[in-house]
């Protein structure tokens, strides 16, 4: 599986590569987006690439990808993580569970409460979720398991990364405790995540915990998921550029 996984700032290499080398991303099979992205620009992605959208809300623009609702509905729907289709297309994975090509895919939008605002959640409501996820996650994998078919892997989105992953020690860029247990439980092979800004090289992106890779979106990524491997590239404006080691390399192996 291919993914195109978009994140937190709206990436002109990728526009300029849409626009000049399209034949690029014909093999891609789906859009991921970890969320703090303006509706037009995932719309503007999507219409450009052809390809479905999976997204998780950030603690940004979160309310223009559901301006059709009301805030009372938007907070019942997103806060009970039951997930919202957006107007054009696009599948809101906030505390929903999907199978996607073989793939068990769970999202988690949102960032740690800092203010009273949408789209920020305690400790104890995202736990809520999350174990909401892991319960129909092992649904699934016993439904497979008495049905003799192949056991999936788990690919994780969400906006916030799991706490001490990449994250920050302000409330707003702090990661998710019950994320991390969330990991070691289930063990992913892949967790997209976005709202930390890449500021430097010194900056870890990539970080392998226990076997899961860890990846820090922003601001895109092109990622070959094939079972267990798994390879993170970023997206080049120019068809003969190479891949840059700074930025697909594995950071830390914890
Ligand atoms: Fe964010």
């Known amino acids: 599986m291919k993914i195109l996984a978009v994140s937190d700032t709206e990436d002109k290499v990728l526009e300029s590569a849409l626009e000049n080398y399209s034949d690029r991303f014909k093999d891609i099979n789906y859009i991921f987006s970890c969320g703090d992205l303006p509706k037009k620009y995932l719309e503007y992605i999507t219409d450009a690439s052809g390809k479905s959208l999976y997204f998780v809300s950030g603690n940004h623009f979160g ?38 090509d073989g793939y068990i895919v769970a999202g988690f939008g949102g960032s740690m409460r800092y203010n009273p605002g949408f789209f920020q959640f305690e400790e104890a409501e995202m736990e809520k979720l999350v174990n909401k996820a892991k319960f129909e996650i092992i649904k699934r994998r016993v439904l497979d398991f008495l049905l003799f078919r192949k056991r999936k892997e788990i690919i ?47 900056n870890r992106q ?10 820090n979106v922003y601001s895109s990524k092109i990622i070959n998921i094939d ?21 697909s390399r594995i950071d830390t192996v914890i």
């Not at 019942?76 to 993580?81: E, I, Q, R, S, T």
């Not at 994780?156 to 994250?167: G, L, R, T, W």
């Not at 990991?183 to 010194?202: A, M, R, T």
């Not at 079972?227 to 930025?247: E, F, L, R």
Request: hydrophobic share 35%; proline share 4%.
């Open 227 to 247: 079972g267990k491997q798994v390879t993170v590239k970023p997206v080049c404006a120019d068809k003969y550029c190479s891949v840059d080691p700074k930025t």
């Open 63 to 100: 309310m223009q990808l559901y301006a059709y609702a009301s805030k009372r509905k938007i907070a019942k729907k997103l806060y009970l993580g039951k997930g919202m289709r957006l107007h054009s297309g696009g599948v809101d994975m906030h505390g929903r569970v999907e199978v996607l």
């Open 156 to 202: 994780v989105i969400s906006h916030a990364p799991p706490q001490d992953i990449h994250d920050k020690d302000d409330r707003c860029h702090k990661g998710f405790k019950c994320f991390k247990k969330f990991l070691f439980n289930v063990k992913p092979v892949l967790w997209l995540h976005g709202h930390i800004h890449f500021e430097g090289q010194n």
């Open 206 to 215: 990539q970080t392998v915990l226990d076997n899961t890779l860890v990846v």
